[in-house]
């Protein structure tokens, strides 16, 4: 199957300070990549749908400002978290749909730890 | 607005039993519909999709789901289960229209432990 690289699988930042997370297709075209949070013991979450050279969509209630999703390319997708808080602690993923075929599974990265302190 | 249930948060499973994993489904017209896998602390892996066809699906792993379109479920189902499968499942459906860029509707997951 497909590989989407996420990267990194863990981190660990200050309050106050920003991170970045990527999100890479590695054998494939993705015209769409997804970002999901997970809280432990639940689902995913959708935080917001990027279609490259566009501007991401937001889920309701999903601060824009503070997750600022950038999809330059059709192989990566970045995630910045701004201004981290301990509450911004959580697990997030990223998946990707190959361009143009309806009927394909989305294929997720290894997801990223991230630990605010 | 699509949605699923998963209405199982855990299911125990003797090793060398067979295992079912339950989730029902709620979509306007024909459903897509996927089981993905989690391991801790790991992204999600993709294990079989209903898209059209038969309604038995054959996966990875030796799993296979049954479309019941009169009982909008798609239970994950596998004839003798191995501690290794002990993970975290989730049940997904997707717009076939391609509203929101055919993304995903997650069920809220059920743990599965098989017992050696």
């Known amino acids: 199957g497909a590989v989407v690289s996420q990267h990194p699988s863990r981190v660990i930042c200050k309050s106050g300070t920003s991170v970045k997370i990527e999100c890479r297709s590695l054998?494939?075209?993705?015209?769409?990549m997804f970002w999901y949070r997970q809280f432990p013991k639940q689902s995913l979450m959708l935080m917001a749908t990027?279609?490259?050279?566009?501007?991401?969509?937001?889920e309701q209630g999903v601060e824009k400002d503070k997750f600022l999703i950038n999809h330059a390319s059709l192989t990566l997708s970045t995630l910045t978290v701004t201004s981290a808080h301990p509450e911004d602690s959580s697990f997030y993923i990223c998946?990707?749909?190959?361009?143009?075929?309806?009927?394909?599974?989305?294929?997720f990265g290894q997801g990223t730890r991230l630990t605010v302190v | 607005a699509q949605s699923v249930a998963q209405p199982e948060d855990q299911v125990n499973v003797a090793e060398g039993n067979p295992l079912t994993v339950k989730c029902t489904y709620s979509v306007s017209g024909n459903p897509y519909l996927f089981w993905y896998v989690q391991y801790p602390n790991r992204g999600l892996q993709f294990l079989l999709k209903y898209i059209t066809g038969d309604n038995l699906v054959k996966g990875s792993y030796g799993f296979e789901a049954e479309f019941n379109k009169s009982q909008t479920s798609f239970h994950l189902k596998k004839p003798s289960a191995l501690v290794s499968d002990s993970a975290l499942y989730f049940c997904a459906v997707r717009d076939p229209t391609g509203a929101g860029s055919y993304q995903l509707t997650f069920g809220k997951g059920t743990k599965l432990s098989v017992i050696p």
């Open positions: 990027s279609n490259e050279g566009s501007k991401a969509t937001y």
């Open positions: 998946s990707a749909r190959r361009g143009g075929r309806v009927n394909t599974e989305a294929f």
């Open positions: 054998d494939f075209q993705a015209t769409t």
